[in-house]
């Protein structure tokens, strides 16, 4: 069965530095998305993207973070100036039509920032 | 998109089937029902979805009740691995993204 790989599965960063979590979804999928889950809390939409473009973010998704489809097969979240509130597992998703239509999930990376 | 309620958690025992309820009273007509499950800190997992007519997959049976304010996720032989977070998402189709809630916490007890 086709899945999402999301690496690296853990990193550890410093605050104030930079981080690209990267994604590659399943290859005919044209919806792609980021999510995040604080330890113990809900899993959070941070943005979607289609067509090269962001198409939706939420409030969490700021100047800090930005996303990128830099080859076709690659997804990438990068957040520019980690804060110790991004410690979190981030998920990428993807699928093949909009919403909610069957989006398969990554396993995650678990950002920690110390 | 139409706000949902859940139980926070439940029960289940193994081999029998789970029934997890929701309600969605304000949905509206071009609203899809959407459940997703978390297995401990995985990433959500898609199960089924419907808008007005019961559906049925290898994974699950939905049952929407025919004024679709409240929906049931029918698991009929649950297992010792479906314990996890289920989560009930109204949504139209269309290119909003999915939104979860605290979903229903489901333990299935050998």
């Known amino acids: 069965e086709p899945e999402v790989t999301q690496t690296p599965s853990h990193q550890v960063t410093q605050m104030g530095q930079e981080v690209i979590l990267r994604c590659v979804p399943i290859s005919n999928h044209l919806y792609f998305y980021w999510y995040r889950q604080i330890l113990g809390q809900k899993v959070e939409f941070l943005v979607s993207?289609?067509?090269?473009?962001?198409?939706?973010k939420s409030e969490i998704f700021d100047d800090q973070f930005s996303v990128e489809r830099p080859d076709g097969s690659n997804f990438t979240l990068k957040i520019r100036s980690t804060k110790l509130e991004d410690s979190a597992m981030y998920f990428c998703a993807s699928s093949y039509m909009a919403g909610g239509t069957e989006a398969f999930f990554g396993q995650g990376t678990r950002l920690t920032v110390v | 998109d139409a706000k949902t309620t859940q139980p926070p958690s439940m029960d289940c025992a193994e081999g029998r089937a789970a029934n997890l309820p929701c309600n969605h009273s304000?949905?509206?007509?071009?609203?899809?029902v959407y459940w997703y499950r978390q297995i401990h800190s995985q990433g959500p997992q898609y199960i089924i979805h419907?808008?007005?007519n019961n559906e049925t997959n290898e994974m699950a049976s939905l049952i929407i009740t025919e004024d679709r304010k409240s929906s049931t996720l029918i698991l009929p032989h649950a297992t010792l691995r479906d314990t996890a977070v289920y989560y009930c998402i109204a949504l139209t189709s269309g290119n909003t993204p999915l939104v979860f809630g605290k979903g229903t916490r489901l333990s299935v007890i050998a």
């Open positions: 419907g808008l007005k």
């Open positions: 304000t949905i509206s007509g071009n609203e899809y």
């Open positions: 993207f289609y067509n090269n473009e962001i198409s939706e």
